[in-house]
């Protein structure tokens, strides 16, 4: 190649001529510059692990390009470049994650004991737990599925098997909208709606859930459509062609075929409104004893817990900060079940659609 | 597939009329019940609207001299939307780079083996709830962040941003600023990752045969064809980021001023975190003004949204 075009042929451009870092050029500058940044950091006695980090990603990024130009050309050096800046991008975006991860567990772990789950709160005297407020999450939580799960998805039947015209628009519309609400309004619109009726400074358990529906209703319309519109039609148009009305195909064909993908968007929209704290704030109240019934009377949840054992700790304030830590812990170990537990029913269950 | 629906729901209903008129009504029923759900999702959203208009409107109505601090309502909502825009602001300045460099490294340069796995990391960004964001925020982003803090002031204090006095808690704009960021992160990738993998693959595959390296590739086809959806999807970024409470509740030290100044202990509040901070311990007409306030971020957040929705409408994403 390098022959022909040096007898016959005007020169090939550099980047054709094609000199290349060999292929473990990446990690080795990774792994050269991280020991470099290392060395260098203790020198000037300052190692820490996010100082190192930024430093290391400037050192190689910086080196890649510069052991790349004379040998690749500007053009693959840029390339390579923007390749090292968007996956250290990347890393950045995820080091909030693992630090979350690692810090909520480690200090949450402590406080999680079989008291956190049992016990209930003895005023301002140190101890207790949150079994009140686990209570209150399923409650507050259960209700406000039963109340979202029917309408939204008997809506995202209507959008799917009979929506058409202004109607059907109109609700595409609002939904996005829906989904827009910050949670806050949803809960100042709860605790609206029941001031005007039952007078100011109402809380109740049922207020929370109403609040957290509005939250939930479009998170389960727009996931149940999605399922709804790959139920293939002609499982439709097999039903009709044997003489079965129209709703009677939705209720035997078409929700079970989609019934796996339906339960997965519920199980998603229930991860994503369980951990919800600002609505709870202003319509069920901060509580210290266990309810069990939505009707009557304040309730405490999960996620209010955690913030209001921060905000108003007890006499011993570590005592109380470990608690807030473990009710966190215990809110995102159900997040995360319930975002697995979804994936799996959907592998598990999910009709094979030829 | 408007069209598709539009023909099978007419020979469904051929069919069962032909099939008689009892289950032509049970039919009916069904369709009715249907159609109720759609209507009471429209009327709880006109709901929303209507009855936080009707509880704010005592405040809204009021002498200035009944309402918390004796402001009149204006005066008492403007330094708290000039927060919450503020924090949302900065959220959105510094998400839109990072989602943009996430989703072009899940859909252009991940190894297609690992796309999935890392999706899912991304969007359990979003799973986490705000008031552990808030909690991670203040016990330990905002401690990480006070040598940060310092160094800004020193280096860089003649920036109206950076005037200090640096906060020696943390409990900042900037950090506060930083926590949305993770937070709005997912949403706005997730848009930007959805239409850069749905570049046309003859653009890519043409620029890489005119021999383009793969960031020319990127830059030149894959960027083009996703800025307006980056947009939109920061606009629904800007909007999450504007009505979020817990974090910024649980992060900022507020003191109700209105400054540009992100790195000291006083700082503007937002709507939705003074809804939180004062709610619980409010009555009569000062309920009633903090409702009001939430209209005010209905508002806001409403104005966001449409315009995100308007640019992915006009651009017809697919």
């Not at chain 1, 098997?161 to 996005?176: I, K, M, P, Q, S």
């Not at chain 1, 949840?301 to 054992?309: G, I, Q, R, T």
């Not at chain 2, 693959?201 to 005119?210: F, I, K, N, S, T």
């Not at chain 2, 999807?233 to 509740?249: D, I, N, S």
């Amino acid at each position: 190649m390098e022959a022909r075009a040096a007898t016959s042929m005007p020169p090939v451009p550099r980047q054709l001529r094609g000199g290349a870092l060999p292929d473990w050029a990446p990690y080795g500058v990774v792994a050269g510059s991280l020991a470099l940044s290392t060395l260098v950091l203790s020198a000037a006695g300052s190692l820490g692990v996010a100082l190192l980090m930024v430093v290391a990603t400037i050192v190689s990024c910086v080196a890649i390009y510069a052991w790349s130009r004379p040998v690749e050309g500007p053009k693959r050096a840029l390339d390579r470049l923007a390749t090292f800046t968007i996956v250290a991008a990347f890393g950045l975006a995820l080091i909030p994650l693992i630090s979350l991860l690692y810090q909520v567990t480690s200090r949450g772990l402590p406080g999680l004991d079989w008291e956190f789950l049992t016990g209930t709160p003895h005023g301002i005297i140190n101890g207790g737990g949150a079994a009140h407020a686990i209570v209150g999450t399923i409650v507050i939580t259960g209700v406000a599925a039963l109340i979202s799960v029917p309408i939204g998805i008997m809506a995202a039947i209507y959008l799917n098997e009979y929506g058409a015209g202004r109607l059907a628009r109109a609700l595409t519309f609002f939904v996005d909208v829906m989904t827009g609400i910050p949670s806050i309004v949803a809960g100042l619109f709860a605790y609206a709606l029941f001031a005007i009726f039952l007078g100011p400074g109402i809380r109740l358990g049922v207020m929370g859930s109403v609040a957290l529906s509005v939250l939930m209703v479009p998170i389960v319309i727009r996931s149940a459509e999605e399922v709804l519109k790959v139920v293939p039609d002609h499982l439709r148009e097999a039903a009709y062609a044997l003489g079965t009305p129209k709703w009677k195909t939705i209720v035997k064909v078409v929700l079970p075929t989609a019934f796996a993908g339906l339960v997965t968007g519920v199980m998603i929209a229930i991860a994503r409104i369980v951990g919800e704290t600002a609505p709870l704030l202003v319509t069920t109240g901060v509580v210290d004893s266990i309810n069990t019934n939505p009707f009557q009377g304040r309730m405490q949840n999960l996620a209010v817990y955690a913030y209001s054992e921060y905000r108003t700790p007890g006499i011993h304030k570590t005592d109380s900060y470990d608690r807030a830590w473990a009710a966190a812990l215990t809110l995102i170990v159900i997040v995360m079940l319930l975002n697995v537990a979804a994936r799996l029913v959907y592998r598990r269950y999910r009709t094979e659609i030829r | 597939m408007e069209a598709r629906a539009d023909t099978t729901t007419n020979a469904g209903q051929v069919l069962a009329m032909a099939s008689g008129a009892r289950r032509a009504g049970g039919d009916r029923v069904f369709s009715y019940l249907s159609i109720a759900a759609g209507v009471t999702i429209l009327a709880l959203l006109a709901g929303v609207a209507l009855f936080l208009i009707v509880e704010a409107m005592p405040a809204i109505t009021a002498d200035s001299a009944k309402l918390p601090e004796g402001k009149g309502l204006i005066e008492y909502v403007a330094p708290l939307a000039f927060g919450t825009v503020l924090a949302a602001t900065l959220a959105v300045v510094l998400a839109v780079p990072l989602a943009v460099a996430v989703a072009i490294f899940i859909s252009h340069i991940a190894p297609r083996r690992l796309v999935l796995v890392l999706g899912f990391f991304v969007d359990m960004l979003a799973a986490v709830p705000s008031v552990v964001y808030g909690l991670w925020g203040i016990f330990v982003l905002g401690p990480a962040a006070v040598p940060v803090l310092e160094w800004l002031e020193q280096k860089l204090g003649f920036i109206p941003f950076f005037a200090g006095p640096a906060s020696v808690t943390g409990r900042t704009m900037l950090v506060a600023g930083l926590v949305l960021t993770v937070m709005i992160l997912p949403i706005v990738s997730a848009v930007a990752r959805e239409v850069f993998s749905q570049t046309p693959r003859r653009l890519q595959e043409g620029a890489l045969a005119l021999g383009a390296t793969r960031w020319e590739m990127i830059r030149m086809t894959v960027v083009p064809f996703g800025r307006s959806s980056v947009i939109s999807g920061a606009m629904l970024g800007l909007g999450r980021a504007l009505g979020e409470t817990m974090a910024v509740t649980i992060i900022l030290s507020v003191s109700g001023i209105v400054t540009f100044n992100l790195i000291s202990q006083s700082n503007p509040s937002t709507i939705a975190a003074n809804i939180a901070l004062e709610f619980p311990e409010s009555s009569g007409i000062a309920v009633n003004a903090l409702i009001a306030s939430g209209l005010a971020l209905f508002a806001i957040t409403l104005v966001t949204n449409l315009i995100a929705r308007a640019i992915i409408a006009r651009r017809g994403v697919g």
